[in-house]
């Protein structure tokens, strides 16, 4: 194992002789490994007084996921934006009661398809050069992080435009004045913060389908492929669940302004009861497409939208991962091999149980 790492290492500093600029940050390869699981998944006041907000200075990485941000502007993850994997796990677990099994999921396909997993980094907005390209470039020149397009970050978020047609990164409050608006019209009564102020499904339903519309007219480019897709009202369900009230379930609106906007945990705020499962962020998902469906699929070269064909069943979603993954992963040796297999293997076990093996098939360098 020591010999076959150090191959790896030997292999990286010759493809590192051609590229000059790469001599100086040979990389030291980092065994990744599965964090404890959490012992408490019960309510808990979140933010401690030792996890201060604290802006993000000009360095710092910032990127397209309002959860992530959160946890790296308060110290749960490094400030500067920049994780391992099992940093991920332990902020997204802790700081969201997020079930382990989804955030390990999460994070084993941020690395593989974002990060450097020999070095075990990524980065949760653009590339840094602190997270340096593969051994071997074999992925491309530079490691791209999480708000590089494709891959992870994709068409019709919420919150960030799509990026053929805009800024597909940071808060755009254009988009989020949409989403008030729906509140204003869809949402709940409160006696606390007032009438139609409580975010539920419908209101989430509506935005969502309206977020469709528009990028379906405005992106030519658009691409909203079964994994994007089913991954885009997943994180419409992850704002019900995770940023909700813990003591109430209930999210109103300043809350949730608070986590969108500001990328601040509000005071006086609690984790949610118990940990949020996947199953359940699913069925919350499936709620919020089928009262306003919308089918997977992409526009053509004339922007019209060309819905999927392909049968969807329990297995598409594992499936789509393995074309975001670049298939050179699977070329490789010592230390970043086994890295990538406990990765692949962790994504198999979280979205994919029982489904047969899907090796990744994905380009490099995109
Ligand atoms: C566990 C590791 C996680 C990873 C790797 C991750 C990664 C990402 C990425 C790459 C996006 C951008 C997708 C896109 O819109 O194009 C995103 C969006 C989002 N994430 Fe996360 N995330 C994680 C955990 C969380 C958690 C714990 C929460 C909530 C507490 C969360 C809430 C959201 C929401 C609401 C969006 C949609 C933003 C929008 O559409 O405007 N994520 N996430
Ligand atoms: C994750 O949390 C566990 C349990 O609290 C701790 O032992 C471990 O050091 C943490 N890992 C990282 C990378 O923070
Ligand atoms: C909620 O408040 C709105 C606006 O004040 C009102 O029209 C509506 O009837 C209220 N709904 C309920 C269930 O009280
Ligand atoms: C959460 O709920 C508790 C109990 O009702 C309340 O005291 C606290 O102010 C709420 N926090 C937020 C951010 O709404
Ligand atoms: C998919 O999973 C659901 C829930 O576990 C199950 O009821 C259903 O039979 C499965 N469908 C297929 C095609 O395996
Ligand atoms: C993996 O290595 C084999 C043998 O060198 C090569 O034929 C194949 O093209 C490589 N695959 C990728 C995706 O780089």
């Not at 790296?72 to 920049?82: F, K, S, T």
């Amino acid at each position: 194992m020591i010999f076959s790492s150090l191959v790896v290492v030997a292999a990286a500093s010759l493809a590192a002789s051609a590229f000059p600029q790469l001599l100086s940050r040979e990389q030291v390869g980092v065994p990744i490994s599965a964090p404890p699981r959490p012992t408490d998944t019960g309510i808990l006041p979140i933010p401690e007084p030792d996890h201060p907000f604290i802006a993000p200075g000009p360095d710092d990485r910032r990127g397209p996921c309002p959860g992530l941000n959160t946890l790296a502007n308060h110290g749960y993850l490094p400030r500067n934006g920049i994780a391992s994997f099992e940093e991920i796990i332990n902020a997204t677990t802790h700081g969201y009661n997020m079930d382990y099994d989804l955030a390990s999921g999460l994070a084993a396909f941020a690395m593989l398809a974002r990060g450097n997993a020999f070095i075990n980094k990524i980065s949760i907005g653009l590339d840094s050069p602190l997270v340096p390209a593969l051994p071997g470039e074999i992925d491309g020149p530079i490691a791209r992080g999480l708000a590089a397009h494709g891959r992870f970050e994709g068409d019709v978020s919420m919150t960030r435009q799509d990026a053929a047609i805009g800024d597909n990164r940071n808060f755009q409050a254009d988009l989020y004045d949409q989403l008030l608006s729906f509140v204003d019209q869809f949402g709940d009564n409160s006696t606390v913060t007032g009438p139609r102020s409580i975010v539920n499904q419908r209101v989430l339903a509506e935005f969502k389908y309206k977020r469709f519309v528009d990028s379906q007219a405005a992106d030519k480019q658009l691409e909203y492929h079964i994994g994007r897709w089913l991954g885009s009202y997943g994180e419409a369900s992850f704002t019900l669940n995770f940023f909700a009230n813990g003591t109430d379930g209930i999210l109103t609106v300043p809350t949730m302004t608070s986590f969108f906007r500001d990328q601040r945990f509000p005071a006086n705020w609690n984790r949610r009861s118990g940990a949020g499962l996947l199953d359940k962020i699913g069925d919350d998902a499936g709620a919020i497409l089928s009262a306003k469906p919308v089918q997977p699929g992409a526009n053509d070269a004339n922007g019209v939208y060309v819905p999927d064909t392909a049968p969807i069943d329990n297995c598409s979603f594992y499936n789509s991962f393995a074309e975001d993954v670049p298939a050179v992963l699977l070329n490789t040796t010592g230390l970043l091999k086994q890295n990538v297999d406990l990765l692949l293997d962790t994504v198999h076990n979280t979205f994919g149980a029982g489904c047969p093996v899907a090796e990744p098939r994905g380009a490099a360098n995109v």
